[in-house]
């Protein structure tokens, strides 16, 4: 009677077990493992990516129903969407590091679905940096002629204005002072223009040309100065600002928290420069570097700890130098600070 009893309650056992097991086997959602990224989770903008997964019981899910898509969602272009494995082509406009999650949803036959997923960092071109940004200060330079600033009677001279926001497409507006000293003649789209040098020049004279470009409610001005001789060498009768400015890094692609310097080189034009001070211009929003030197031909700054992963601020340096007789002369640089 015993040993009767033991063997109905082990077959008890065995039945519930035996349910048990039919039941999570019927209820329980496909079992997935994580994404795998092919060439590891680190890949350069517009690189195609593959990405696959395995499930436990393949039989149970068609690749039919195995579903990729992107956090957040569209980012770049799947070129295989469905299926065990996805080809995904990275965006290829970025212009700073960024995370991008590669999502699959699986569904098997029976309506229940499991998910998996993976975060791949996409690496911004190296010269990201470099490219404008909505957020950067719009702001002009003109480019000096090969000839240098003393002019000779009736000599053409072509000057050319840059902005740091070409993507904006600003107007340009040219100004010459004294305004009878020869013709200007912009180009139709107003990036260049032409000084006609007077053909009768009494004595030096030095003349002003300056361009104002404006987008989007900014506007930046800038102005050079040139010196026209009867001769075309020049006298010692007027005097220049500072002209031919350029500038020296030791990293003009810093990390967060990494010390920059810059420095500014000019001709003094025989008049010395008593004054050189820099000024540091971000978005707002933006965090602040410190700008440890600020006055002489070398600025130290320091760029700041607080830049997020994902992110590249840019910052506008402009350096102003003024000469002993006061006149002033001004240059503009960038520098990308990234993660």
């Known amino acids: ?134 957020d950067e200060p719009l702001r002009v330079s003109i480019s000096l002629p090969d000839g240098g600033q003393i002019v000779g009677p009736g000599q053409p001279v072509r000057l050319d204005a840059k902005v740091t926001r070409p993507d904006l497409s600003p107007t340009y507006t040219w100004r010459l002072v004294p305004s009878d000293a020869g013709q200007l003649l912009p180009s139709p789209g107003g990036e260049s223009a032409t000084w006609v040098v ?60 990494e010390v920059v310097e810059i420095t500014v080189s000019y001709n003094d034009n025989g008049t010395p420069v008593d004054e050189i001070l820099w000024k540091v211009e971000s978005a707002p929003g933006v965090p602040e570097g410190h700008l440890e030197i600020s006055q002489g031909p070398r600025a130290v700054w320091r760029a700041p700890q607080n830049i997020l992963a994902n992110q590249t601020a840019v910052y506008v340096f402009t350096v102003t130098l003024k000469n002993r007789r006061g006149l002033t002369a001004t240059g503009v640089t960038t520098v990308a600070v990234r993660w």
């Not at 039919?22 to 990224?37: F, R």
């Not at 900014?218 to 005097?239: N, R």
Request: net charge neutral; hydrophobic share 35%; charged share 15%.
């Open 1 to 134: 009677m015993q040993r009767a009893l033991l063997f109905g309650f082990g077959s008890a056992v065995f039945l519930l077990a035996a349910v048990l097991l039919n039941g999570c086997g019927t209820g329980a959602p496909p079992q997935v493992t994580p994404v795998s990224v092919q060439g590891g989770y680190e890949h350069d903008a517009g690189a195609t990516i593959t990405a696959t997964i395995q499930v436990a019981r393949p039989e149970l899910v068609p690749e039919s129903m195995v579903e990729w898509s992107t956090n957040p969602p569209g980012v770049g272009q799947f070129l295989q969407s469905k299926g065990y494995t996805a080809v995904w082509k990275a965006p290829a406009d970025i212009t700073e590091d960024r995370y991008v999650e590669l999502k699959v949803r699986v569904t098997d036959t029976r309506g229940h679905s499991s998910e998996s997923s993976a975060k791949v960092l996409i690496r911004a071109p190296a010269d990201a940096g470099t490219k404008p940004r909505p």
């Open 198 to 257: 007077p053909t009768q020049v009494a004595g030096d004279m030095r003349v002003t040309i300056s361009v104002t470009a404006a987008a989007n409610g900014q506007e930046d001005t800038k102005s050079v100065d040139f010196l026209v001789s009867p001769t075309g060498a020049g006298g010692t009768g007027v005097v220049l600002p500072p002209t031919g400015l350029s500038f020296q890094y030791s990293n003009n692609a810093p990390r967060p928290n």
